[in-house]
């Protein structure tokens, strides 16, 4: 006869199995990227104590991409991202203050929802093509900052739009019926009530957004992206290198790449984007303490 | 003033609109560029032949242009990432809902969220340097690079969507069911198995299709670690090329207003309506969901 209580034994243990078949491999890719990418930033110091060595850091790519460092790509990349925010902060802010604030339950507002989903599901190669024929062709911006921070913007809309909405919809409402009492109009409620007490969970989906927008490669591959550039761009219609594609390019383009040089570029990318998800998540977390509602 | 005031507020207020109206705007947007440069090449090549010819050689003189070859390559990596992604997918979203205690649950969560925050081009190169030479040597293959290491770097990478979504749908069933089957005597398990998972059944099927969708839709990973062998894959163990990877590969190269431009383009075009109608229909299953 089968024992329900040692199938339940079974069930549960082969699910613990799945989930550590899952979670083992992220901690795996984490420990390895850091472990070998390391080397390419620390130096022999004295006494055999191992140094900081800034060069990879600031320094040109060298040689081909051979030898040097990543600066470029770290400051294109930190273009990119910028652009990328002032482009899609403020539309994404006033689409989430509409849908939270103005939009009724309705067709509408239903069709725009479902526009957010489906903005969220293109694929990234798409967005590139995209960039590619409204920005750099149609509108000749040429492959450029500009370009590939119209088309990150874009991209990263969805998570600023349904975060913010979030944080908005999370402000009770009757602070917003005290306001209005008041004789405060709509406008002057939002102004200076509703936002003001969602700007945590604001701050929060901006910071996710970046985050995003610095990881992402596809969007980048022909609207702004370029493969050896060792200089600094000097305004937003010059070309730039970008970190992801430059970990792309020296892992797969280039030949007898120095392994330390792709895992310490694959490190200050991972870098960059955790310790952002990681400022997102404190942000969250003491905004949650803090709440008073 | 007042009036002043109103006239800035009724300013504001119709940009607020504009800005609603945003997403509409770009989703139509990106279609209409899609549809203005891929529509094209329909000029050179019929619908049915570019869908279902079987040779992609873009760029001899005059160009061939089917895209079977990577529309099966597509089909066979998310087949492959499917069959491992949702067994484990649904396994793992169980267990951070229903077994683990509250503090391995949260490290759980931040584990998974970890992983959807690694980029995609990080993911790639540690596969071609950890899953490539693994899968190589385990079968014994000329090269590893293949749709098998492809379909799982794929199942990986969809794990943070199916196991966030299917969470979800599992918690949003009525505490209730699951406390009248543990009334009748069940054990957890048959709780969980006869009760819970049929409950949340709408929300495990959007779970399971945005995650497929996520893997169609993903570019970089899958082109540094398939191969890129624009020919019919016969097995799993071949290179292979997706929609996404071409595109990504040779848009780079191709002329601007060339047939090969176009042609990529209405890959594009097949990449957006997969997608489409994917999220459409997860959509769809949500909402009846919250009904």
């Known amino acids: 006869m089968r024992n329900p209580l040692r199938t339940e034994k079974i069930a549960f243990s082969l699910l613990f199995l799945a989930t550590l078949l899952i979670v083992v491999p992220v901690g795996l890719t984490v420990v390895i990227i850091i472990q070998k990418g390391l080397p390419a930033m620390l130096n022999r110091g004295q006494a055999g104590i191992p140094a900081i060595n800034w060069q990879f850091i600031t320094d040109i790519p060298r040689q081909g991409m051979r030898a040097g460092g990543i600066f470029p790509a770290i400051i294109g990349t930190a273009y990119l991202v910028s652009g990328a925010i002032i482009f899609a902060l403020p539309i994404g802010l006033m689409a989430a203050i509409y849908l939270s604030e103005y939009s009724r339950d309705n067709f509408l507002s239903r069709i725009i929802k479902l526009a957010i989903v489906n903005l969220a599901g293109v694929p990234s190669v798409v967005y590139g093509l995209f960039g590619l024929a409204l920005f750099v062709v149609f509108f000749k911006f040429g492959a450029s900052i500009l370009s590939g921070s119209l088309t990150l913007g874009i991209m990263i809309l969805p998570i600023i739009i349904t975060t913010s909405r979030e944080a908005l919809e999370s402000v009770p409402y009757s602070f917003r019926e005290v306001s209005r009492s008041l004789g405060a109009s709509k406008w002057q409620t939002i102004r200076h009530i509703v936002l003001p007490n969602a700007i945590s969970g604001i701050l929060t989906g901006t910071i996710l957004g970046l985050g995003r927008a610095a990881g992402e490669t596809a969007p980048i591959l022909f609207t702004v992206a370029a493969f050896y550039l060792p200089q600094l761009p000097k305004s937003i219609f010059d070309q730039a290198m970008a970190l992801p594609y430059h970990l792309y390019v020296i892992s797969t383009q280039v030949p007898n790449v120095d392994e330390k040089i792709r895992y310490g570029t694959a490190l200050v990318l991972l870098v960059l984007v955790l310790f952002m998800n990681l400022v997102a998540i404190i942000i969250r977390y003491r905004f949650r303490k803090k709440k008073k509602w | ?291």
């Open chain 2, 1 to 291: 003033m007042i009036s002043l005031r109103k006239s800035k507020e009724f300013v504001v207020e119709k940009l607020i609109l504009i800005c609603g109206l945003a997403s509409i705007f770009f989703v139509v947007l990106i279609f209409l560029f899609l549809l203005k440069e891929g529509l094209a090449v329909f000029k050179t090549v019929s619908p049915f032949n570019f869908i279902l010819g079987k040779s992609w050689y873009p760029i001899s003189e005059p160009p061939q242009l089917g895209i079977l070859p990577l529309i099966m390559g597509s089909l066979l990596v998310t087949l492959g990432a499917a069959l491992i992604s949702i067994p484990l997918g649904v396994a793992c979203a169980v267990y951070i809902s229903e077994v683990a205690s509250l503090k391995i649950k949260e490290i759980l969560k931040a584990g998974i969220e970890l992983l959807a925050a690694i980029p995609s081009v990080v993911l790639g190169f540690i596969g071609m340097v950890t899953l490539v030479p693994w899968v190589k040597t385990m079968f014994h293959l000329p090269t590893g690079l293949t749709a098998l290491s492809g379909s799982i770097m794929l199942a990986f990478m969809a794990m943070p969507t199916i196991v966030s979504i299917a969470e979800d749908a599992l918690y949003s069933v009525p505490k209730s069911y699951k406390e009248g089957a543990l009334a009748l005597g069940a054990t957890h398990w048959q709780a969980i198995y006869r009760v819970m998972l049929p409950a949340a059944s709408s929300g495990l099927l959007a779970a399971v299709m945005l995650g497929i969708g996520r893997v169609i839709g993903e570019t970089m990973a899958v082109m540094m670690i398939t191969g890129n062998a624009d020919a019919m894959p016969n097995s799993i163990l071949q290179p292979v090329r997706t929609l996404t990877a071409t595109i990504a590969a040779e848009m780079g190269e191709a002329v601007v207003g060339s047939e090969h431009y176009f042609a990529l383009f209405a890959v594009g075009i097949v990449l957006f309506v997969i997608s489409f109608m994917i999220n459409v229909t997860a959509d769809l299953f949500l909402h009846k969901r919250a009904k």
